[in-house]
């Protein structure tokens, strides 16, 4: 495969769930990213990973846990979420912080 | 706090008119900008950026951005849309140096009628 994965592709989850969402880049990026889109808002940045070390944090709650083994994979882990968490969430890969090139997306629905 | 204004959130166009769609920042230092689309049913992909240099850069597909320093502005244009054209249109922007955090604008839907 080429480019940027994710999977699940969907995923309903209940508040007391545990999930994980994940995401792998094929591109050899040195940099991946989570953000969250919801309907009619701006996407919204959420981790920032270099060289498997989070260097962003944008204030997302901590029932929201991302992980990054390798350069290549980056996980979400999702725990007591609510139902605001729904939304549409996409990884990102990048070179030095270049353009950066996005995956599917999952769409997550919290009920 | 940087912030991303599109100005039009959606925009009906005839094929062969041509495209303007506006983006302004909020940021006083050095950016770094970018347009993404997002084709029905598709990934965001990058059209194009600018870092420095030429002022007027070029994407793929025909469109181009000017980043106007004083306006801080980075509005997109192609000359003559097409049908496939059709799809959101996502301007970005980043201080420049920063950790790759990108601030979006809310995105302008394009439709393109044939």
């Known amino acids: 495969e080429t480019g940027v994965t994710q999977t699940p592709r969907h995923l309903v989850m209940g508040m007391t769930n545990k999930k994980s969402l994940k995401c792998e880049q094929h591109?050899?990026?040195?940099?991946m990213y989570w953000y969250k889109q919801s309907a009619k808002k701006p996407l919204e940045l959420m981790f920032v990973?270099?060289?498997?070390?989070?260097?962003e944090n944008n204030s997302v709650p901590s029932r929201f846990s991302p992980e990054c083994p390798n350069s290549s994979h980056l996980f979400l882990h999702l725990h007591t979420l609510q139902p605001e968490d729904s939304a549409l969430y996409l990884c990102a890969s990048s070179q030095d912080f270049g353009g950066q090139f996005f995956g599917p997306g999952t769409r997550l629905t919290v009920l | 706090a940087q912030s991303v204004s599109q100005h039009n959130h959606h925009v009906i166009l005839s094929e062969a008119a041509s495209l303007e769609l506006g983006c302004n920042y909020s940021y006083g230092g050095t950016v770094n900008l970018f347009w993404y689309v997002q084709y029905p049913g598709q990934h965001l992909q990058l059209l194009l950026k600018y870092f420095s240099g030429d002022p007027l850069v070029k994407g793929i597909k025909g469109f181009e951005a000017e980043f106007i320093k004083s306006k801080f502005s980075f509005n997109l244009r192609k000359p003559s849309v097409q049908w496939s054209d059709t799809a959101e249109y996502f301007c970005a922007v980043r201080s420049a140096g920063n950790t790759g955090k990108l601030i979006f604008g809310q995105g302008t839907t394009l439709q393109v009628k044939p």
């Open positions: 990973y270099s060289l498997e070390e989070r260097v």
């Open positions: 591109l050899g990026h040195n940099a």
